[in-house]
């Protein structure tokens, strides 16, 4: 693994680390250079309480990154896939106005 490449992926990482739960008011409060993970973004049954920035599940995110109406997530890991907030924010502003 490239040298570069580690040294991006460990600044994400260290990104990823510094995001505090994703509730409305959380999300509002995080930067717009911040990671947002699915389970942040999204309503979910499991978390009935859970204040998700996004209307929809995850099944309805995948399909719409798969057809391209919503911002691609980055894998900063193997295993961790997120969003970058303002991105996540500016399809929000775009629906808004649609």
Do not use: H
């Amino acid at each position: 693994m490239p040298a570069s490449f580690k040294r991006k992926l460990t600044d994400q990482v260290t990104t990823v680390t510094t995001i505090v739960k994703a509730s409305q008011s959380g999300f509002d409060q995080l930067p717009d250079s911040a990671y947002i993970r699915e389970s942040q973004l999204v309503q979910s049954p499991k978390r009935p309480g859970s204040n998700a920035p996004l209307p929809f599940s995850a099944p309805t995110l995948w399909r719409k990154v798969k057809a391209g109406t919503f911002c691609k997530p980055y894998k900063l890991s193997e295993r961790v896939t997120a969003w970058k907030v303002g991105e996540v924010r500016a399809w929000m502003t775009a629906q808004a106005m649609a």
